[in-house]
Each structure stands twice: as C-alpha cells, then as structure tokens.
C-alpha cells in the first residue's frame, strides 16, 4: 500500500486558540467545583463537555458550519449542571451563565486568544438555552447541531437513551456515514 501524503514530515493542525482556552477555562472550573449533591455524577460532566465538543466539530464539519464555535458550544452547553449540579432546566438555567463566562473570557484571554464576537456568543447561547428541548426541531442548524451533539453522547456513553435521543443519534451518524446494529 502506498501513501498518497507528498510530504509525510508536515505537522497539520486545526489551530482552536479559543476553543482550546475555554476548555481549560470549563475543565478547571469542574475540578474546582464545590457542588456536593449532583443529579449526575461530576465525572460525567468532564467527559460530556470534552467528548460533546468534538464530536461537534466533526458534526459541524460535515454540515458545513463553524467548527470552533462549534466545538466550545459542545463543551459548555451543560454549564448549568456543572455549577449547581442540577439536570432539570439547565438550558435556559446555563444561557446567561454562558454568556457571562464567554464575556469574562473575551476581557480575560480575547487579546491573547482571540475575541468572541456578539454574534458569535449569541449563537453559543442560543444554542445552549434550546438544547434541552430535543423533541422540538427548528430551522436553527446551529441549536440543531448541539442538540444531536448531545444526544448521540448520550449513546455512545451507553446512557439511557430515550427514542427521541436515538433518532437525533440516527440521523447524526448517519450524517457522518457510521452505521450501527443497535439502528437497523
């Protein structure tokens, strides 16, 4: 078998200077959390925002959207649950706290790493406050996405997935040409 790579020495990278800073950001606020009683257990949530934001980015490849944006609003869309602990109503809970940690980065590390604009933080927010809505479909593609993000973690961590997660799951692997038995 030979490579079709011309030069195999050349280093590639998906340079995410502020998808990166905000990982740090979430992951250092988890590890720091004080919250004792938690509706789902504090590991969980470190998984979830790591493996939600690249699975966003893969999925936001695929559709054709901003695969930075898309990867933060993977990784902190479940804020709420991070900072309280608790499942129910974090969406609309986690918006304004979104927005906050997203302007707090911007004054804090914007110059170093990059700026978020408004509209981009609009969209992140957006984007959080919807995503526990999943048996609501919109024209958002950008609430959309975060809302299959979610679901298909939810399955591919064998959480208990309840058939509106597993459609949302379907369809993102099959957007990405995965197929799985547990779908035929």
């Not at 590890?31 to 257990?41: A, C, G, T, Y």
Request: glycine share 4%; net charge negative; hydrophobic share 35%.
């Amino acid at each position: 078998m030979t490579s079709n790579i011309s030069n195999p020495d050349k280093i590639v990278n998906l340079e995410m200077k502020r998808l990166d800073q905000i990982l740090l950001l979430l992951l250092e606020e988890t590890m720091n959390s004080s919250v004792d009683k938690r509706d789902q257990p504090l590991e969980w949530s470190i998984n979830h925002l790591f493996s939600c934001s690249q699975l966003a980015k893969l999925l936001a490849h695929k559709r054709g959207l901003d695969i930075e944006l898309s990867g933060i609003a993977g990784a902190i869309h479940d804020i709420a649950i991070i900072r309280t602990g608790i499942f129910k109503d974090h969406g609309p809970l986690g918006a304004p706290m979104v927005r906050k940690m997203l302007e707090d980065y911007n004054v804090n590390y914007g110059a170093k790493s990059g700026e978020l604009k408004e509209d981009e933080i609009d969209l992140i927010v957006e984007a959080t406050y919807q995503h526990t809505e999943k048996k609501n479909y919109t024209e958002h593609k950008f609430v959309e996405l975060i809302k299959d993000v979610d679901s298909l973690d939810r399955f591919l961590h064998s959480k208990d997935t309840y058939d509106f997660y597993s459609v949302r799951s379907k369809n993102s692997l099959k957007d990405l040409s995965i197929e799985f038995d547990e779908f035929k």
